[in-house]
């Protein structure tokens, strides 16, 4: 029977892995990802864990490992965080470029400077043109069921893109939990080694990452873009299967107590947590908010998104990242994009909060819906609003 | 390769774009970057190969004569072979195709 024990979310992560039986693991530690990788290391050294470990030089070299492993046909994982996961940044293109089923868990971390180690998304953003699938994790549970089902939506012989488990750095990856692991068996029984069709081998040989004259790149790039698009139906199949063996559930767009809401907050992360209490609370003195959150950031669920938000008359977007000098929160920039052909949709009202790892609490949340509801109907100068920055 | 590059739609390419045919870089025409391309003096010509080994091209041949030339589909014009010859049979004229 699947046993329930509690744990850190991190040392959870590497569990998982162990369970989903990874053969190479190649990375290396960053704050606040390190004790996922350092798990993982335990493991292969004391044998509980067949995979080969290789502790390299620097993150672009932990990708560009990983890059090699899965062109052999390993299943390969990696974490990584904030700063490391910007100077992987041109091999994460080549991973997906190249279609490599890797996993990747992010403890997402601010960038410097001035130095942080601690949460926010600024590392995620940076990244998400690159290609990758991208699903977002709320608690310790969800990350561990996610990594099962990242390995296999990335094996997928119509997917095999690479994905990123996205976790709060120290919000989550620090923080001790219940967390139900299921048997071996069972995870076996979901998770089928899925070869590589292109592996690389001397009887075989094949040339990856090759030479692409203008004639034609286009087509290569198209031909990932359009893969990359379909994955989605994939990965909700994915979701599927593992709800009903598992009995967890999980959707590209999670929604709650959105039924008859006007107003609606749009979160991304653990802190969707804290912002259930706060709609809870004001669904208990009669207001009609709810909460939407993307779990899915890539392939953006467009559809189901459209859906969760086309009766709302307010869309609250909370984003943990600042585009400079651009349109605020990035989140927000692409929910706006999304909605502006649709005849019938909500003002959107853009906050920027929780930087460098800075709480958004209850109260916090409560004044964000407060203030957007007021920026909805009276309008604002502001493209975005910087919310908890002392003035 | 069945289709040529120009012919190729973004269906017919294998994922990630791999190449599955090994060598196939043998049908890229890497002539027409050149600027500069070898005309031959034969009649001083002692059939050395110099200019042979030294082309980085690997795109020198012996032709029905028995003297060495440069392969136009390939050659890049870098005159390497027209410096190394020892008797000057090659010179380096303008492209003008």
Redesign the interface.
Known sequence: MAKKVGMEVSVAIGEAVKLANADVVAAYPITPQTHIVEHLAELVADGELDAAYIPVESEHSAMSACLGSAAAGARTFTATAGQGLELMHEVLYVAS????PLVMTVANRALSSPLSVWGDHSDVMAVRDTGWIQIFTENGQEVVDNVFCAFRIAEDRKV?LPVMVHLDGFHLSHVIEPIVFPEQSAVDKFLPYNRY??ALHPD???????F??P??YP??K???E??LRASKEVILETWQEFGQAFGRHYSAVESYKTEDAEVLLLTMGSFSETAMTVIDKLRGQGRQVGLVRFRLWRPFPFEEFRRAVKDAETLIVVDRALSFGGPGGPVCSEVRSALYGEAKKPKVVSFVAGLGGRDITPAGFEAIINKGIEISQKGSENEFEIFGVRD | MAKSEGELTWRDLEIGAIVTEPGNAAQYKTGDWRSQRTTYDFAKCIKCALCQIFCPEGCVQQNEDGYFEADMFYCKGCGICARECPTRVITMVEEKE
């Open positions: 470029s190249m279609r490599l095999l069709p292109l075989k040989p094949v040339t990856m990452g090759d692409a004259p004639i034609i087509e290569a198209w031909a990932q359009v893969n």
